[in-house]
Each structure stands twice: as structure tokens, then as C-alpha cells.
């Protein structure tokens, strides 16, 4: 079975600041790893993915994580906050098969 | 290209009442979800087909709820009858395995509130 645990239902920063959004998975198979947005009353996009290869993933609006394998990890970080980024941020684990089992969601509060 | 198209956007119906959601996947996706979102259980996987044959359904809540998909560009979600516990945004979403690099595409989901 697999599992995703997002550490943190609020997460506050400052403008410029630097954002760290923490995600930790379960997997008994390597797994696809995954970071969505939402915006208030929108759907969900996403920011970046790991499949395989690299594992430090870089996604859209300057957002990276990283696959770290020994601490089941797939922490989302950006270097400076910008008040656009303010969303709900999901965590997402697939075990290869196309379904997408999501954590409980990170509230990003950027403050001016 | 268009993503995929979920209606009706908001509905706002009485309890007992059957609503039907509806879904058109991305133009050659063959893996189509559908997911609810409620403040209390987050995002929850209800069900989901592969070249419109339901592959999972272990997360529709109970009998009340069916999803259909009878081709491959249109899929169903219907709830009969409804309650109001029933209150959610429903997201379609869909995905190309072979091409599509495991990225799942999301509608904009149906807001669906039950008086």
C-alpha cells in the first residue's frame, strides 16, 4: 500500500523567503513522486514530478524538490516566496499504475 | 488543446435528489479518475477506468454511488439519492500512460453543495 504524509496542514513565510513544503511517502515499489497547486475555487495543476533519472526535479514558477530514497522524502522548496504562491500545495505518491493517492495538503500563507 | 471538461461547474440540489456529473477526458487519454475533495478527507480516490472499464471502485463511498464511462470520451459520476454529506468538489481528471509520463490532468471539478 502506499501512503503520503505532508508534515504541516499551514505553512507561513514571508515575502522572499525561502518556501520548504515537507512530504514523506510509503512505497513497496519505486515510486512516482508528484507536487500539485490548487488555487482557491480551481482545479489542481502541477508544479513537477519525478519518475525516474535526476532527483532533483525543478517544476513551474521556480519551485524544485528533491527525491531522497533513504529518507522516503520528496520535499518542495523555492528559494523566494512571492505573494502568487500563496495556494494549497499537494503531495502525490503512484505506484506506476496511474493512480494518484494525495496527502492531506500544505496551506501556504505568504505574508507581505 | 482542450484539458478535460467537467460539468456542470456548481450545483446546488436537495437532499434525495439524483445528480449526475459528467466528464470529458483529454482526446486520446486512455486512464480516467475520479476523485472528491472535502475539507475533512482531503482528496480521496473514488474510482478509476482504463479504456473505460473500471479497473478500481474501492473508494465510492457506498451503493448511492455509480460511475459509468461508455466510450472513451465521456464519463459519468451519479449520485441517487443524494445527502447532504454528499457536498464536495468532484474532479475528473485523466492521464496517458504511455505518452503521458504518469501526469494526471485535472478538470476544474463540480462544486456540488446538497440542502
Known amino acids: 500500500a502506499q501512503s503520503v504524509t505532508q508534515l504541516g496542514s499551514h505553512v507561513s513565510v514571508s515575502e522572499g523567503a525561502l518556501v520548504l513544503l515537507r512530504c514523506n511517502y510509503s512505497?513497496?515499489?519505486?515510486?512516482?513522486l508528484f507536487w500539485y497547486v490548487q488555487y482557491p475555487n480551481q482545479g489542481l495543476q502541477l508544479l513537477l514530478k519525478?519518475?525516474?533519472?535526476?532527483?532533483l526535479v525543478k517544476g513551474i514558477n521556480g519551485f524544485e524538490a528533491e527525491f531522497k530514497k533513504s529518507e522516503t522524502s520528496f520535499h518542495l522548496t523555492k528559494p523566494s516566496a512571492h505573494m502568487s504562491d500563496a495556494a494549497e500545495y499537494f503531495c502525490?505518491?503512484?505506484?506506476?499504475?496511474?493512480?494518484?493517492?494525495f496527502g492531506q495538503g500544505t496551506e501556504l500563507y505568504v505574508k507581505p | 488543446d482542450a484539458g478535460v471538461i467537467q460539468s456542470p461547474r456548481h450545483e446546488v440540489t436537495e437532499m434525495g435528489q439524483e445528480v449526475t456529473l459528467r466528464c470529458k477526458p483529454i482526446?486520446?487519454?486512455?486512464?480516467l479518475f475520479w476523485y472528491r475533495q472535502t475539507m475533512m478527507r482531503g482528496l480521496e480516490l473514488l474510482i478509476y477506468?482504463?479504456?473505460?472499464?473500471?479497473?478500481?471502485d474501492s473508494g465510492m463511498p457506498e451503493d448511492r454511488f455509480s460511475a459509468k464511462m461508455p466510450n472513451a470520451s465521456f464519463s459519468t459520476l451519479k449520485i441517487q439519492p443524494s445527502e447532504p454529506r454528499d457536498s464536495a468538489v468532484y474532479f475528473c481528471?485523466?492521464?496517458?500512460?504511455?505518452?503521458?509520463?504518469?501526469?494526471?490532468?485535472f478538470g476544474e471539478g463540480s462544486w456540488l453543495t446538497v440542502v
Open positions: 481528471a485523466s492521464t496517458d500512460r504511455t505518452t503521458g509520463g504518469n501526469t494526471i490532468y
Open positions: 512505497s513497496s515499489v519505486p515510486p512516482y
Open positions: 519525478y519518475t525516474t533519472g535526476a532527483t
Open positions: 502525490a505518491v503512484s505506484n506506476q499504475g496511474g493512480k494518484l493517492i
Open positions: 482526446s486520446g487519454h486512455d486512464y
Open positions: 477506468f482504463n479504456n473505460n472499464v473500471p479497473i478500481d
